[in-house]
Nanobody, 115 residues
Framework: QPQLVESGGGLVQPGGSLRLSCAASRTMFGDMGWYRQAPGKQRELVATMTYHGYTNYADSVQGRFTISRGNAKNTVYLQMNSLKPEDTAVYYC???????????WGQGTQVTVSS
C-alpha cells in the first residue's frame, strides 16, 4: 500500500492563504484528493482530482480552493485562498494507487483560520 504524507498546515488569519502538499510513496494512477474533519463533525470531501486531471470540489470551497497534481503523479496540492474560520479542520490526503485498489489516507494536517 502506498503511504501519504501531508504538509503545509498551520494558523492563518481570515482572508489568508495556505498551500497543502501531499507526497505519495509511489506513482498514483488512481484519483487523489483532500478531505477535512472539523471537531464534532464528520469527515467531508474538499476536492478530488483524477489521474487525467478531472476535478471535483465541495460547494463550500468552489472558487476559493484549487487542487492540482504534480507531473510525476505522486503528489497532490491544495491551494486555499480567502480562508474562513469555518475552514478550520484537520485536512487529510486521500488516494489510491490504481482505479481498482483501496484508498489510503495520510495522517492529517491541522489548518486553523483565526484572528
Amino acid at each position: 500500500q502506498p503511504q501519504l504524507v501531508e504538509s503545509g498546515g498551520g494558523l492563518v488569519q481570515p482572508g489568508g492563504s495556505l498551500r497543502l502538499s501531499c507526497a505519495a510513496s509511489r506513482t498514483m494512477f488512481g484519483d487523489m484528493g483532500w478531505y477535512r474533519q472539523a471537531p464534532g463533525k464528520q469527515r467531508e470531501l474538499v476536492a478530488t482530482m483524477t489521474y487525467h486531471g478531472y476535478t471535483n470540489y465541495a460547494d463550500s470551497v468552489q472558487g476559493r480552493f484549487t487542487i492540482s497534481r504534480g507531473n510525476a503523479k505522486n503528489t497532490v496540492y491544495l491551494q486555499m485562498n480567502s480562508l474562513k474560520p469555518e475552514d478550520t479542520a484537520v485536512y487529510y490526503c486521500n488516494g489510491r494507487a490504481t482505479d481498482t485498489t483501496a484508498y489510503v489516507w495520510g495522517q492529517g494536517t491541522q489548518v486553523t483560520v483565526s484572528s
